[in-house]
């Protein structure tokens, strides 16, 4: 199994239940403060990837849900510059297993890429903020 680097805002119940997950399947879960890293543009960007700008974002953080913040109105530059300064607006998780780097957590794609041995969805989606008070989160373009 792998060696999951885990990137996750401290406390949120989204990224309990995806660490549960992989580690349900076999996988260690090395987690990391998501707020405290320090990122920069260039070991921010690959975790992205190929994905739109505007799905880099965390669609629950304050910022964008208030409109202060217009995921699809910024370019790669300035999306990064706004998430180096503000952590929150990443999407989240960040994961890395090897050279390899994604966000979020589409059980699909996450299961193709490191595979999730039947491990089920413990209580609903698996991306997202569990607040009821909060809107569920856009699924990504793929």
Known sequence: MADVTFF?????????????????????????????EP???????????DRPVADWFNRA????????????ALDEAS???????RPLLIRRPLMQV???RDCGFETDRVNAWIGLAGAAPAGGAMEGCLRPDMPPCP???V
């Open 8 to 36: 996750e805002k401290p406390g949120c119940g989204g990224n309990a239940r995806q660490k549960a997950m992989l580690e349900q399947a076999g996988h260690r879960v090395i987690a990391r403060d998501l707020l405290s």
């Open 39 to 49: 990122w920069t543009p260039g070991t921010l960007r690959p975790f992205f990837g």
């Open 61 to 72: 953080a304050p910022a964008v849900k208030s409109g202060e913040v217009v995921p699809e």
């Open 79 to 85: 999306a990064l510059a706004a998430m180096v300064e």
């Open 98 to 100: 090897g050279d390899r």
């Open 139 to 141: 699924k990504p373009a």
